[in-house]
């Protein structure tokens, strides 16, 4: 359907006030095992060209709405392209240049966009926001990064795992550096999935202690180590990802001095990658500081799948879209 075919249907009915079973995909320790496969596979199938044209109606003629508080290149264009992909509209709001900028609340930005959008994906800068949005939207919410998770990024991830290593049970992913977002939804991945991860952090920057503690208790297996070495040992997959996450300062301030610091002795690079198993895989969700995190031979070199997993956000969200806008429920 074109814009002009769609602009012809009229404006979009007002939505049920306090729709209940909205598909929001806010994190992966929210939603079921089974949606989260069934994600995954869609994933694959669209990536594989196996989705019949009909199998994407969800999408056809349906506008998603973005709002980014922080920069972005992967989320925002994997998106974009995903839902035109799949026969839908795109608008997109950087907040500073909405009245979200001059204080309009969440709350009511949610309410407003839900009359114009048919799914909203938000990247923000507080947890609390994105909560804020999915409270008062009547449209599914995608959480496309927050300072807590990532879950879109993690998806694409597990995705990379499967087609580059086969299934995930049994195996292990071991994250180096710092316990942040991305780290966090790795974690949640756990209890779903059947692998192992260890986290190898500096003692001061592991993941919330209450959030792993109720991932276990889920099922997850998470364990933490404070020596890269020892968690990267015969790892099938090594995971690092940015010393400085956005909105927490800017490169070069004195204050995040000791911060970096500290992460000096966990730089992924040959000598800690030849710890791990064979045929290990480098993963990093990009963007990556070469020399810092990671070092230029190991991100540019033959075990670095960082790529394929830039490529896949757009394959697995097309199976997020897909779901969010195919029903009610999980
Ligand atoms: N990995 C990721 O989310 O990249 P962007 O910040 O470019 O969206
Ligand atoms: N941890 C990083 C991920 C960027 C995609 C950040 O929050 O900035």
């Not at 998106?79 to 309009?104: A, D, H, P, W, Y």
């Not at 990658?273 to 020399?291: I, K, N, Q, T, Y």
Request: aromatic share 6%.
């Amino acid at each position: 359907m074109t814009a002009a075919e769609a602009s012809k249907r009229g404006p979009k009915p007002a939505p049920r006030r306090g729709a209940k079973g909205l598909r929001h995909f806010l994190d992966l320790d929210q939603i079921p095992t089974a949606t989260l496969r069934a994600i995954l596979d869609l994933g694959h199938a669209y990536k594989r060209g196996d989705v019949l044209p009909g199998d994407a109606r969800p999408c056809t003629g349906k506008t998603l709405a973005m709002v980014f508080e922080k920069p972005s290149t992967r989320t925002r264009v994997s998106f974009e392209v995903g839902m035109k992909q799949l026969g839908g509209f795109v608008t997109i709001i950087n907040s500073q240049e909405s009245q979200l900028g001059r204080g309009e609340t969440i709350a009511d930005t949610s309410r407003v966009l839900s009359r114009y959008a048919d799914v909203v994906m938000f990247r923000t800068l507080r947890e609390s926001s994105l909560v804020e949005m999915a409270a008062h939207a009547t449209v599914p919410v995608i959480n496309g990064l927050s300072d807590k998770s990532h879950p879109c990024q993690i998806m694409a991830d597990l995705m990379t795992f499967e087609e580059i290593k086969g299934p995930l049970a049994g195996r292990t992913v071991t994250w180096v550096g710092d316990g942040n977002n991305v780290c966090a939804s790795w974690v949640h991945a756990t209890a779903h999935f059947g692998f192992t991860l260890r986290v190898a952090t500096p003692k001061a920057l592991a993941p919330d202690t209450r959030m792993v503690e109720r991932v276990r208790a889920a099922g997850g297996d998470v364990v933490l180590f404070t020596d890269p070495a020892e968690a990267v040992d015969g790892a099938d997959c090594v995971v690092t990802d940015t010393w400085l996450s956005m909105g927490h300062g800017v490169d070069g301030d004195a204050a995040l001095k000791a911060h970096i610091a500290q992460l000096e002795p966990y730089r992924v690079d040959d000598e800690l990658m030849a710890r791990a198993a064979l045929g290990a895989v480098f993963m990093h969700c990009l963007p990556a500081s070469r020399e810092r995190e990671v070092s230029a031979a190991v991100i540019d070199g033959p075990q670095s799948v960082v790529w394929d997993e830039a490529e896949n956000r757009l394959h697995v969200q097309k199976g997020i879209l897909h779901w969010c806008l195919s029903g009610t429920g999980a």
